[in-house]
């Protein structure tokens, strides 16, 4: 049974429980499980922007760029962050959105294949993802060039699929809507084999799982910067380059900030020699302040502890709701065992929508995926297991009363 007294006990032997009180929590007092989606904001975001506005911007003005190394920014913060991604601090980047980092790295392996004309995929990727290759197959076709992107709608058809015609193997290392997770380093030894270079996607795993890059031998991955990494709404993306590839070929996008001396201004194009010559043009200096506040605490973690601690939140939440729930209708949709679970766990429920919509009005805050899913995601920096005990409390009280069929519920937000 996971008593609340229990729960209480696992919070007691935390090793990372002390940086619960470096982030804020909702005034609302609402339990935010929406890691997923967005991170919790660091206490000393606030104040690092109103120093930026006024000692830096107002009163430095230009020269901030040098004294508050806002140009290094983006290989600092790929630095603070690479830990936690199995990456050596200089192979990862901090800039830009996903979106425009998937095409980045997409280009650099198409010119790195050994041979191939195929972007094996999921078809239920995320819909960005699937943009993306789309897009530059079409790039690729209107200059002239074979290529496609080959998709499959289970795991079993997608390893069928991986063959000699592969170029590229591309995939969310976690399923944004079950959570599946795919093994990183099997995946990785699948595509060698095939001779096809990987592109992983890792928006719902970075900052929750035991991501190990290096380790588990992939080429390229990508990932949203706000979600598990808490660095703050539409905050920037990262990009690792697996080291034998960084300087195989020239980015796609061959930017002032990506040239190996950006600061001599010179007219002829050459690429910084390491995975900095993605960078394009001048960084976002509030964004990635917001990003430094997290990036300070990441410096200080784990991520050994991190995974673990992702483990036992995850298996307490989906204990919990079998305990507690299963009898009112709750079905686990993730994947019962860690390994193969992602960031977040999904449960269904008839009443889905609904139920998401009477939960945030009852204190937890959760997203909902069309038909039948609630998605429940929390970070191992910010949340106790006693703020999962509650959770389930107020799932097991909206589904008991019925709450949700209140008729202002029936309008769901997405
Ligand atoms: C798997 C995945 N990739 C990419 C994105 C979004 O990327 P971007 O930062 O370009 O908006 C999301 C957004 O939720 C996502 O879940």
């Known amino acids: ?46 104040e690092r922007i109103r120093r930026l506005m006024t000692e830096c911007w107002r009163d430095k003005s230009r020269r901030a760029w040098t004294s508050e190394g806002w140009v290094e920014r983006p290989r600092q913060l790929g630095a603070d962050i690479s830990h936690m991604i199995g990456a050596g601090p200089g192979d990862v980047v901090v800039c830009d959105n996903t979106t425009v980092n998937l095409f980045k790295v997409i280009a650099h392996a198409w010119k790195l294949r050994a041979g191939g004309d195929v972007i094996l995929t999921e078809s239920h990727n995320f819909p960005t993802d699937l943009h993306v ?31 000699r015609d592969v170029a590229i193997l591309y995939l969310s290392h976690t399923d944004y809507r079950s959570s599946e997770r795919w093994d990183l380093a099997e995946m990785n030894e699948r595509a060698r084999a095939a ?6 996607d890792l928006s719902h795993s970075a900052g929750a799982l035991d991501v190990d890059l290096a380790g588990a031998g992939a080429d390229f991955a990508v990932g949203c910067g706000y979600k598990y990494l808490c660095g703050g709404p539409g905050g920037p993306a990262f ?18 900030m990506g040239h190996a001396k950006w600061d001599r201004f010179l007219t002829e194009y050459e690429p910084d020699p390491g995975t900095a010559r993605h960078l394009t043009g001048t960084p976002p200096v509030i964004a990635n302040e917001v990003f430094a506040a997290a990036a300070e605490i990441w410096r200080e973690v784990r991520r050994e502890d991190v995974a673990g601690k992702h483990e036992s939140l995850t298996e307490t939440l989906i204990a919990l709701l079998d ?42 805050l959760c997203s909902f995926r069309a038909p039948s899913s609630i998605r429940l995601a929390m970070s191992p920096l910010y949340h106790r297991h006693e703020d999962v005990w509650q959770a389930v409390r107020i799932i097991k009280d909206v589904l008991a009363r019925e709450a949700w069929r209140d008729p202002k519920y029936q309008v769901v937000s997405i």
């Open 1 to 46: 049974m996971h008593t609340l007294e229990a729960c209480r006990d696992l919070d007691r032997r935390d090793p990372l429980a002390a940086l619960a009180d470096r982030f804020a929590r909702a005034a609302s007092g609402r339990i935010h499980f929406d890691a997923n989606s967005m991170g919790a904001m660091p206490v000393s975001a606030p």
């Open 133 to 163: 290759a789309q897009g530059f197959v079409r790039l690729l076709n209107d200059l002239g060039v074979d290529a496609r992107v080959r998709t499959a709608q289970t795991r079993e058809r997608l390893l069928d699929r991986l063959d």
């Open 195 to 200: 001779g096809a270079l990987t592109v992983w």
């Open 239 to 256: 990009l690792y380059v697996d080291p034998a590839h960084q300087g195989g070929a020239w980015p796609a996008i061959s930017g002032w």
């Open 323 to 364: 305990e507690e729930c299963g009898a009112l209708g709750v079905g686990i949709n993730s994947p019962r065992r860690y390994p193969h679970r992602g960031g977040h766990v999904s449960f269904s429920h008839p009443g889905a929508g609904p139920v998401s919509e009477a939960l945030v009005d009852h204190g937890l």
